[in-house]
T-cell receptor, first 114, second 113 residues
Framework: DAKTTQPPSMDCAEGRAANLPCNHSTISGNEYVYWYRQIHSQGPQYIIHGLKNNETNEMASLIITEDRKSSTLILPHATLRDTAVYYC???????????????FGKGTKLSVKP | KAGVTQTPRYLIKTRGQQVTLSCSPI?????VSWYQQTPGQGLQFLFE???????NKGNFPGRFSGRQFSNSRSEMNVSTLELGDSALYLC????????????FGPGTRLTVL
């Protein structure tokens, strides 16, 4: 089973920031938080990942709480093309290699509206 | 750098037939994982291959199998197709080091009639 809990759906106005929450209260110390999104019937697209510190890249920012039990993905200026299902995944990573089996939950369906 | 490619993109088969799907990973990536996505079960892990060896396996029957070649390309095979095997089959590749990221291909849409 997935170790994360996400709201099933969210709406966001175009041009505004989209803040997608994720709860991962049972995360362990060597588990990373990964975010992917899937636009209808396409392959999931990697967005960002982090362990403890906040992360930012050209697509999004990831805010992880100090106790690491929850995180928020921020799309700073949502566009219609950001409409997708967003998946938050915790993934074990350790010296010698991580596992190649991502466990997907149901994700959050984000609808960006004009 | 070219992304993960999967062929064919669409496939229609009938019950009882078998099917082979192909995946070419990103250049330099040594691990290939396969996933099945259906409306009812969502995205589920099938198996992972690294250095031509199966490393991990999900909870799927033995009708689902795979292999990896020396150039890291991978194939998965489904024998004796059932209606419930209709799904989007996704392939993902990674370098296969600690903290590396999986990148997904566009998928193969399999319809079983």
């Amino acid at each position: 089973d997935a170790k994360t809990t996400q709201p099933p759906s969210m709406d966001c106005a175009e041009g505004r920031a989209a803040n997608l929450p994720c709860n991962h209260s049972t995360i362990s110390g060597n588990e990373y938080v990964y975010w992917y999104r899937q636009i209808h019937s396409q392959g999931p697209q990697y967005i960002i990942h982090g362990l403890k510190n906040n992360e930012t890249n050209e697509m999004a920012s990831l805010i992880i709480t100090e106790d690491r039990k929850s995180s928020t993905l921020i799309l700073p200026h949502a566009t219609l093309r950001d409409t997708a299902v967003y998946y938050c995944i915790v993934r074990l990573s350790h010296y010698g290699g991580s596992q190649g089996n991502l466990i997907f939950g149901k994700g959050t369906k984000l609808s960006v509206k004009p | 750098k070219a992304g993960v490619t999967q062929t064919p993109r669409y496939l229609i088969k009938t019950r009882g037939q078998q099917v082979t799907l192909s995946c070419s990973p990103i250049s330099g990536h040594r691990s290939v994982s396969w996933y099945q996505q259906t409306p009812g079960q969502g995205l589920q892990f099938l198996f992972e291959y690294f250095s031509e060896t199966q490393r991990n396996k999900g909870n799927f029957p033995g009708r689902f199998s795979g292999r990896q070649f020396s150039n890291s390309r991978s194939e998965m095979n489904v024998s004796t197709l059932e209606l419930g095997d209709s799904a989007l089959y996704l392939c993902a590749s990674r370098v296969a080091q600690s903290t590396d990221t999986q990148y997904f291909g566009p998928g193969t849409r399999l319809t079983v009639l």
